[in-house]
């Protein structure tokens, strides 16, 4: 899986309309738009639709891909019950994992911004840094904690009494949540972060000046505005957990697998390229629907913070 | 001859009129103002005659030539922006060097030129100074400078002095006024700060909603308003309901108590109207409006008068000449000269 | 130190912790005296990493990565800054798709994109080629390209440009003395993201590597697959060096901040 991913995009134009003093006129200016479009229709778009229309190729062991036109690949994803597990298993972690970044995350973005100064750049950069960290390298670091039955975190869990017999973590999904948590965490802390940052500073003064407990502060001052942040972060980690590839396919092993490794599999394995087709475009879909869908949600719920 | 003219020029946004058929001349060596309250489209005018705008209808001739298929790069126009619009990475010298440059001048001219400007703006010595370390005043001589070394046919500010401070400002002014007489460059001038367009300008385009209201020298403006927006943009004026009666004796025009001989073309009901330092205390016996003082405040070199008369609220100016002066809830008379005071149709004038 | 309670300091430290113990760990693994995966617990010993020497493999897959990171965002900035410019500057019909194309990279997981990417190189005959690699980088960094310069150009001062026209200055000067440099700050931070996100890029990328042109975090990724032992954890200890090296020099001359805010879309 990549960190680059990221799905905020969706919800926000572009850029802001440009200034009034604008040369306006309906024409788009082609010249500076054209390479890069021409570019995206060449290597985006025709692969994607190459892509789609893979899925509905036929495969056989010895003949490989034939070039007819069949539901086959879609009609076993369908009556599978294995692609269903491995699809419900690939959104519970996904799940799971953007929870406890958002549980975890919220929480360390407001202590943090509450800091002063050295300390405040210096742990950002302690818990941003690790976001352009290669995620091979990151979730190899996970895979070294967690070492099989007596691995550093089952013996630091028993040392302090919190467990009695070690947590099987290698090739489980409780193994793969923690380490998707941890690889998706900066995105949840940058996004709320980033809420924090248009919060009136003096606020919380003007609520304690009214008479506002701390707890009370939290709950009815700052939760309600930090929450689109956590929102639109808990988006992105959902969205990039359920596409992850590289953290589940090392700490996951071959047996445990999720939508992304499933269609790799297909690929570079099996060679069954429009079943893999398939469940990627399936991947695809769900995601481009659950992103939007929720994007909307909380667009509409919290427009007025968002404005 | 006129040598910037714009004939009919229309600009619409959408379905949304910006500016809507202006018709103006400028001769040679002028300085010209465009007055209104904001929005009402003096930017776009300006920018329209720059060439960042295309006009939706109408022409704009330079020195008798048609600038619709000139580029802006190509009109050969000096123009001084709002935000002064400096090049950040570039030296003030630098800054002013560049249209110098795109005309292909010599180094060394370009060099001479460049410092003589500076000379002009009083910034010799700030040659090697980058934008962001000078201050807004300073900004603002670099801009005006960079825009005139091209010896530009017409000169364009956009609100040039509106980010200064009230002293800097006026200094400003004084200054852009020396300077534009002693080189003759016809100017324009957008501004929404009345006072600014009356100590510049040789004439003044008071604009509103899009339209020209007025065109004439600051004196003619302030004093013969041609309509109700002119009079009470420029300045504050006193506005009372009247009536001209021509069927009594003699014709007479009545407002309040007070009658004076009805003027010429009017007849019905008017709007009377005089300025606030046109208006004077007079006793009982006098021809004036009845009124009780409200309000009294002192500003200094001169008294501000509210007032409550029997045709609604006034205000007066009076300077502070060292004479008594009414008291608050005393009963005066105002009164002023027939000729200080403006009569038209009531409800005409938009 | 902060405004914070001890309650929320103990919680911050935990969280750090969380946050920095796998790094840690891999980079503590890479200087293992033993012959296996264990912590130097009898001294340090940079036998590990005299040994990647021997892998010519991850040298030339590190050579590999750091060509494609900077070509391909440089390839990506050349179709991006005009594009950038023309959606900043211009109100035109279908403004807003066009830019949403252009972004769509960061919305299609990656797993996605590399499998059309094969499928397309396949049936183009380019497929196990190092073109191949570039132009996928190409698109997967564009919209970090993209954004930043777009975040450039649209913070800047329209009358600057304006003024240059006046004094008369044509398009390409217009854009060579006054726009470019003025938008090279976003520009350069534009490419340093897009390098970063195509060096540290496996999803996509293992789809399309071959024997030969594959990058540092793929030939690491298939190496682990194998077996883990402490050869891949020096080389992931100086993956994590030099990117950590790369940070600090980026939040110096720019701020991590701004690096960051564009790498996670949220310009507002
Ligand atoms: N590009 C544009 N698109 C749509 N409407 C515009 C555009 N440019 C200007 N307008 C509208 O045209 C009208 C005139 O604008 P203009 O900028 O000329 O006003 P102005 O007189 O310069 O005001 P100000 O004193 O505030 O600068 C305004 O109502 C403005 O909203
Ligand atoms: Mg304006």
Known sequence: MSTSVSMASVRQPAAPAPSKQERSGARAPWPLLLPALLLFIAVVVVPLAMTVLLSFHNWGQYTGIQFVITLKNWQEIWSDPYFYEMFARTFRIAGLATIIAAVFGAPEAYILNRMRAPWKGFFLLIILGPLLISVVARTLGWALLFGGNNGLVNKALMTIGLIDAPIPFMFTETGVVIALAHVMMPFMVLSVWAALQRVDPQIENAALSLGAGPMTIMRRIILPQIMPGVLSGGIIVFALSASAFATPSIIGGRRLKVAATLAYDEFLNTLNWPLGAAVAVLLLVALVLIIVGSNALIERRYSEVFR | ?350 | MSRNGSLALIFHTVFVIFMVAPIVVVCLVAFTPEGYLSLPTNGFSLRWFRTIADYPEFINAFWVSLWIGAVSSVIALLFAVPAALAIARHQFRGREALSALFLSPLMIPHVVLGIAFLRFFTQTGLSGTFVALLISHVIVVFPFALRLTLAAATGMDRSVEMAAVSLGANSWTLFRRVTLPLILPGVVSGWALAFIQSFDEVTMTVFLAAPGIETLPVRMFLYIQDNIDPLVTSVSASVIVITMLALILLDRFYGLERVLAGHSDRGR
């Open chain 2, 1 to 350: 001859m006129s040598f910037l003219e714009l004939n009919g020029v229309c600009k619409r946004f959408g379905d949304h009129v910006a500016v809507e058929d202006i018709n103006l001349s400028v001769t040679k060596g002028e300085f010209i103002s465009l007055l209104g309250p904001s929005g009402c489209g003096k930017t776009t005018t300006l920018q329209m005659i720059a060439g960042f705008v295309d006009p939706s209808a109408g022409a704009i001739c330079l020195n008798g030539r048609d600038l619709g298929s000139v580029k802006p790069s190509k009109r050969g126009l000096g123009i001084v922006f709002q935000s002064y619009a400096l090049f950040p990475h570039m030296t003030a010298a630098e800054n002013i060097a560049f249209g110098l440059e795109m005309r292909g001048v010599p180094r060394a001219e370009r060099e001479l030129r460049v410092r003589d400007a500076l000379v002009m703006v009083g910034l010799d010595g700030y040659a090697d100074r980058h934008p962001r370390r000078m201050s807004g005043g300073q900004q603002q001589r670099v801009a005006l400078a960079r825009a005139l070394v091209i010896k530009p046919d017409v000169l364009l500010l956009d609100e040039p002095l509106s980010n200064l401070d009230a002293k800097l400002r006026e200094d400003m002014q004084i200054e852009l006024r020396q300077i534009q007489r002693s080189i003759g460059t016809t100017t324009v001038l957008v501004t929404h700060d009345q006072t600014e367009a009356m100590a510049l300008s040789d004439r003044i385009v008071v604009m509103s909603k899009g339209r020209i209201e007025q065109i004439g020298t600051p004196h003619e403006t302030y004093e013969k308003p041609a309509s109700a927006f002119v009079s009470q943009f420029l300045g504050k004026t006193n506005e009372f309901p009247g009536e001209v009666d021509r069927h009594a004796a003699s014709p007479r025009l009545v407002a309040g108590s007070c009658h004076w001989p009805a003027p010429a073309g009017v007849t019905g009901p008017v709007t009377v109207t005089v300025r606030p330092e046109k208006v004077g205390f007079g006793g009982e016996t006098h021809n004036g409006l009845k009124a009780r003082i409200t309000n009294r405040i002192f500003q200094g070199n001169h008294w501000l008068f509210q007032c409550e008369t029997e045709c609604g609220p006034a205000i007066v100016v009076r300077q502070n000449t060292g004479e008594a002066q009414p008291t608050e809830g005393e009963n005066v008379r105002l009164v002023w000269r027939a000729e200080d005071m403006g009569v038209r149709p009531r409800g005409a004038g938009r």
